[in-house]
């Protein structure tokens, strides 16, 4: 099973050789908000101090967001540096096919698919080229198909995200990064433990139990 | 622009039909829906009363199917869907683009409208959606004016909608929420519950009513040719419903500004039902019908003294 990292983008520039030599994979950019999308720069550095699997995630995106990704991607300085795609957004999903790279379908889009039966889920991903999938929920993995690889995304596992940012209260046209580098825990009332808001995004800890047998990769995130 | 308003009740949608909605929807609850079934019918014959109270004013009926469902059910959905198309039903509210795929290959054409919790944001994802035969799309909550044009004047001739500013927006992205399944106890709206941030109180914000009836404007402006006021706490929907007619004939007079409509759009607000101002955003109602009393309480209590004046001000 590989060992992957999810790396905060405000980390990525600080990001050294040693730090990351224990990882098969480093994960960038956000299945939640697209103003955390890497820079060519940010992705150029990693690839000088990683030089395994990187994979870029991407977030639901606007009309003009899934032109820019595209935009982004097919850049020959680029696509070349990227291992693997994990994408979210049906839009990005119906245009990425002209595109020649491995991509893993995003834990938002799998949380829309989990009551297919196991025969849609394998043609859906036969139709787009899928070979592996991100999940935070281990129940589920039972009705993954067996030629798919799952990437699961633990201890942490998303509850919901917002497009108002909630770091500084609008939808923001640009980015002046208020979240960056912060974690912030939440406790809910009467002992329903603890909500962790990261960036635009809120978790909880997975309490199920890891089971490492039909896991492929496990992410892991450095921030609670 | 015209009005889409779901009902709970064949009473609420003769009201809605005959004081100028121009389109109603609703659930059955053999059909899996976002909503639980207490505001859904539960036999056919209601749903068939439904169809021909609505027509009896040349109005226009939908069901709302908007979940994601196993195959094992598609056969049931299509026998039930075959009787209410044969009995006049105008079109389905679908978000599963599987079950959509599956009434392809079987032959089922209807009026297909695109739920919101599709999260279908951009020009790209419609493209894929028009393929399966969508009639009209409803534009996800958080989908800014700014972000809405392509979609809005596609050239694949599919229709766009819009919530009502009070609904435009839920505080996380409503297709993507797990909140409701986190704790049991707390299925209603829990993302209006309080949290501490070391001793500080946290609520996940929301977005400003100014903001929406802002985006309210310029989605006119633009051309969305409906609007939709979701089902729910029945008092409060109907209030919702007048409402928009007010804001709707504020917008169609000549020389309408975005100021003077923000100035008595915002006004409008001030006549909401009593239990909306003092209770809060969604406490003790009609839509809670389906929990429990003690999650009632607990739920009440959780959310503390959440007004809607703090809802406003986005908490």
Request: hydrophobic letters at 40%.
């Amino acid at each position: 099973m590989e060992k992957a990292l999810l790396l905060q983008r405000s980390d990525i520039l600080k990001a050294k050789r040693d730090s990351l030599s224990k990882y098969d994979a480093v994960y960038i950019g956000s299945d939640f908000c697209p103003h955390l999308m890497p820079s060519v720069k940010e992705v150029q550095h990693l690839r000088k101090v990683f030089d395994k699997k990187i994979v870029l995630a991407t977030p639901v995106l606007t009309t003009q967001g899934v032109a820019g990704i595209l935009r982004f991607i097919r850049r020959r300085s680029i696509v070349s540096l990227i291992d693997e795609m994990v994408v979210n957004d049906w839009g990005l999903l119906h245009k990425i096919n002209s595109i020649k790279i491995n991509v893993s379908v995003g834990l938002l889009m799998m949380y829309q698919l989990q009551r297919l039966s196991k025969e849609q889920l394998s043609d859906f991903f036969a139709q787009y080229r899928v070979k592996a999938i991100e999940l935070d929920e281990i129940k589920y993995i039972e009705n993954i198909p067996a030629n798919t690889k799952i990437s699961l995304h633990y201890p942490l596992r998303f509850l919901c995200f917002a497009r108002f940012c909630p770091h500084v209260k609008k939808i923001p046209s640009s980015c002046r990064q208020a979240c960056y580098g912060k974690t912030i825990a939440l406790k809910a009332s009467h002992g329903m433990g603890k909500v962790y808001l990261i960036a635009n995004a809120y978790f909880i800890k997975n309490k199920e139990r890891l089971d490492r047998a039909r896991l492929s990769r496990l992410v892991t995130s450095p921030v609670v | 622009m015209k009005i889409l308003i779901g009902a709970l009740s064949l009473d609420d949608i003769t009201y809605y039909v005959s004081n100028g909605a121009d389109e109603v929807y609703c659930g059955f609850t053999k059909i899996k829906n976002a909503r639980p079934d207490t505001e859904s019918f539960s036999e056919v014959s209601q749903v068939c009363e439904a169809i021909d109270i609505t027509h009896q004013y040349k109005k226009k009926i939908f069901l709302a199917i908007n979940d994601t469902t196993h195959p094992d059910h598609y056969h049931q959905i299509d026998q039930y869907l075959a009787k209410f198309i044969k009995h006049g039903l105008d079109g389905v509210i679908i978000k599963d683009t599987f079950l959509l795929d599956h009434f392809n290959r079987a032959g089922l054409r209807t009026y297909f409208i695109l739920s919101c919790l599709a999260e279908c944001c951009n020009i790209q994802a419609l493209d894929l959606y028009r393929q399966y035969g969508i009639a009209r799309v409803v534009l996800p909550r958080h989908t800014l004016p700014e972000e809405s044009l392509e979609m809005v004047r596609n050239k694949f001739n599919i229709e766009t909608e819009v919530f009502f500013p009070p609904e435009t927006f839920c505080r996380n992205t409503d297709g993507f929420c797990r909140l409701h399944a986190w704790k049991p106890i707390v299925s209603f709206l829990p993302c209006g519950m309080k949290f501490k941030q070391g001793k500080k109180d946290f609520w996940m914000p929301s977005r400003p009513l100014v903001d929406q009836l802002s985006n309210f404007y310029d989605f006119y402006k633009l051309g969305v040719p409906y609007l939709k006021i979701g089902r729910g706490n029945a008092i409060r929907k109907k209030a919702y419903f007048n409402q928009a007619l007010d804001l709707l004939e504020l917008l169609g007079q000549k020389g309408m500004t975005r100021q003077i409509f923000m100035k008595k759009g915002l006004a409008t607000f001030s006549r909401l039902p009593e239990h909306f101002t003092s209770e809060g955003v969604c406490t003790v109602g009609a839509r809670d019908v389906s929990y429990t009393p003690e999650q009632i309480a607990y739920a009440t209590q959780v959310r503390g003294t959440a007004t809607l004046a703090a809802f406003n001000d986005g908490e």
